[in-house]
């Protein structure tokens, strides 16, 4: 964590408030997560540094960024444009050259870069998308915010045990809603 400089991954007239552990506003009713938050889902992921991960749900880019320190490869996938954009430059700009940002449906996943050893979700899905149990390599896990209403979940972990999926709850959270597909509608 210490790391990744959080206040290149906010807005200038945020900056003074980038080491604050909470969510930070980033545009088009999206935000950038906690610190806390985003070590405690990195920490889910159980990552030994070898890892193909992907992170759904780009945003700013700091998550990425921190994952990228624990992984070998970090894809990640937005579906805003101007965010996958801006994150993709402040990801290049800082040398995290092992981070590839992606524009489309996470809920969907990201099937032509798959298996993945991990799954890193970072908005709030009803249920767990089909297409993940279907990029996930055996053994890798999908850390992923689960609940009934768009704005109160429970983070989950899933750990494929020869197509078997274990699953623990890792305790209540609220994420942004996971748009697309396979998550929320957009209305």
Avoid: C
Avoid at 38 to 44: F, R, S
Avoid at 104 to 119: C, R
């Amino acid at each position: 964590m210490l790391a990744v400089p959080r206040e290149e991954f906010v807005a200038d007239a945020l900056r003074s408030e980038a080491y604050d552990d909470r969510p930070l506003p980033i545009g088009a009713g999206q935000t950038i997560s906690q610190p806390f938050t985003v070590a405690y889902m990195a920490q889910a992921a159980e990552l030994l540094g070898d890892e193909k991960i992907l992170e759904v749900g780009t945003g700013s880019g700091y998550g990425a960024a921190v994952l990228s320190h624990l992984g070998a490869k970090v894809h990640t996938i937005e579906r805003i444009g101007s965010h996958a954009r801006r994150a993709s430059d402040t990801l290049l700009r800082m040398g995290y050259v092992n981070v590839q940002v992606h524009l489309g449906d996470g809920s969907l996943g990201l099937a032509a870069e798959s298996p993945f050893d991990v799954i890193v979700v970072t908005a709030g899905a009803a249920a767990l998308p089909p297409s993940y149990i279907e990029q996930i390599a055996e053994g890798g896990r999908i850390v992923i915010p689960i609940g009934k209403h768009r704005s109160e979940q429970r983070l989950h972990r899933f750990r494929n045990q020869r197509g078997t999926l274990l699953i623990d709850d890792l305790g209540s959270f609220a994420f942004v809603p996971l748009i697309g597909d396979e998550g929320w509608p957009t209305t």
